[in-house]
C-alpha cells in the first residue's frame, strides 16, 4: 500500500499528493532547513563583504523570519483564489529569486531584501506543504508531518556543514545552488492537487455545541505552538552559554548544542510510526510531560547535556502531531493551521530576546529552570486539549486497522 492510498482524495479521486510529489516535497523541506541554517555560519563572510557588525549581519535571519510570517499570511489569504499548484510554485520562484539577489547583491540593504524575498517563498512552502500533508493522508497525517519535518532538521544540519566543508566565502554559492534546487521542483507540481477536498458536513447539534469552544481550542493550540517554539528556540540559543556556565568546554558546549538539534531531527523520524499507533493527546501530552523532566535534569551540570539532548528529542513531535489534530477539532476554520503556524514564527522571533533580557537580571544557570515553567504551562494546556478537544478522528481503532487493511490488501 502506498502512502497516496489513503490520502484525502478531491473530486476526481486523485491524491492531494502523488509519490513524486511527496519526495519532492521532502526535498523542499531539506532545502529549507538548510536555507535558514546558512544565515549564522555565513555572518564572518558577511561581515568582511559589507563591512557590517555582527549585530547588523544577524539581520539577515530577522528579515527572513519576517518575510516567512508575510508569507503564511499571504499564502492563505490567497487560498481561495489560487490553486496550490500555483502558490506553491510562486513560493518556490520567490525563494530561488531571493537567494540569488542574496548571493549576488552588491550592497547590504539589497541583500537584506533578498533575504525577505526567501523569507516569502520559505513561509509559503512551509505553510503550504504543511498544511497539504496535514488533510491529505487520513490518520497517517501525523506521522507524514513527522517525517516532511524530520527533512527539515536534516537540511539544518546539512547547511552549517557544507559551510564548514567549504567556507563562509562560500554562501553565494551555496545560495545559489539552493535556488537552482528550489526551480527544479517545480517540475514535480503536476503531482500536487489542484485544490483540496471540502471539509465533510458538520451537522447543526455538533456545530451549535462545539461553536462555542472553537476560539478557546485555537487559543490554546497557538498557546502550544508558541511555548514550545519558545522553549525550542530558548534551548538552542543558551545551552551552550549555560553548559559554559557550570563548567564545560565551548567545543563540549557546541557539540552538546549540535547534538540537541541533532535529537530533534531523530525524534520526527521516530514519532512517525509511533503516531500510527498512538493518539495525538497522549503524544503531545507524554512531550510536555517529557520537556519539563529534561529541563529540570538539565539544572544538574553533570546531567545537563545529556539531559538537552532528551529535551530535543520531547519537543520534536510537537509541531507536526498537533496541526492535523488542530485541523480535526476545528474542520470549520480553515485559517486555524495559518494562526498556529504564523504564532509559532513569532515565538521564534520574540522569544530569545525576552529570555536574554530576564537572564541580564539574574543568572544564566536559571535558564533550564525557566523553560522548564513554559513547559509545566504547555503540559496543563495539553491537558486541556485531551479534556476539551477530544481527537477521535485520529489514530483508528483495531477494527478499522483491520477493516482498512482487508480492503486495500492485494
Known sequence: ?????????????????????IVASCLA????????????????????????????????????????????????LLRGRLNNRMLLGGSYLLMAVGAVVFAFSPSWALALAGTFVIGLGFGGIDYGLNR??????????????????????????????????????????????????SLLILVTLGGV?????????????????????????????????VLHVAIETGVGGWEPTHLEAV?????????ATSAYWAAMTIGRFVAAPIS???????????????????????TVPALAPYAYFGVGLMIAPIFPTCLPWLNRAVPGVAAAGAYVIAASMIGGVAFPPLLGAVIDTMEVNTVPLLLFLLAV???????????????????????????TDSVTAP
Not at 490520502?7 to 509519490?19: D, F, M, N, S
Open 247 to 255: 563548567g564545560y568546554g565551548t567545543a563540549t558546549a557546541a557539540t
Open 29 to 76: 523541506f531539506v532545502l529549507i532547513g538548510a536555507l535558514q541554517a546558512l544565515y549564522g555560519p555565513a555572518i564572518p563572510a558577511l561581515r568582511d563583504e559589507y563591512g557590517i557588525s555582527p549585530a547588523v549581519a544577524g539581520l539577515s535571519l530577522s528579515a527572513h523570519f519576517a518575510g516567512a510570517l508575510l508569507g503564511v499570511l499571504i499564502y492563505h
Open 132 to 181: 497539504l500533508f496535514a488533510v491529505g493522508f487520513g490518520h497517517r497525517g501525523t506521522a507524514m508531518l513527522n517525517l516532511l519535518n524530520g527533512h527539515f532538521g536534516i537540511g539544518a544540519i546539512a547547511g552549517p556543514a557544507l559551510i564548514g566543508r567549504f567556507g563562509a566565502d562560500s554562501y553565494p554559492e551555496l545560495f545559489v545552488g539552493a535556488g537552482v534546487i
Open 193 to 225: 492537487a489542484a485544490r483540496e477536498p471540502a471539509p465533510a458536513p458538520v451537522s447543526a447539534d455538533s456545530a451549535s455545541a462545539g461553536g462555542a469552544r472553537v476560539l478557546p481550542i485555537i487559543g490554546v493550540f497557538i498557546g502550544i505552538y
Open 276 to 298: 500510527l499507533r498512538w493518539s495525538a493527546p497522549s503524544i503531545l501530552l507524554v512531550s510536555c510531560v517529557g520537556m519539563a523532566g529534561f529541563l529540570l535534569l538539565a
Open 1 to 21: 500500500m502506498t502512502a497516496t492510498s489513503e490520502a484525502a482524495l478531491p473530486e476526481g479521486g486523485k491524491p492531494l499528493l502523488t509519490t513524486v510529489a
Open 377 to 403: 504551562i504547555c503540559g496543563v494546556l495539553s491537558l486541556w486539549l485531551r479534556r476539551n478537544a477530544p481527537d477521535p478522528g485520529g489514530v483508528p481503532g483495531p477494527r478499522d486497522r483491520a477493516r
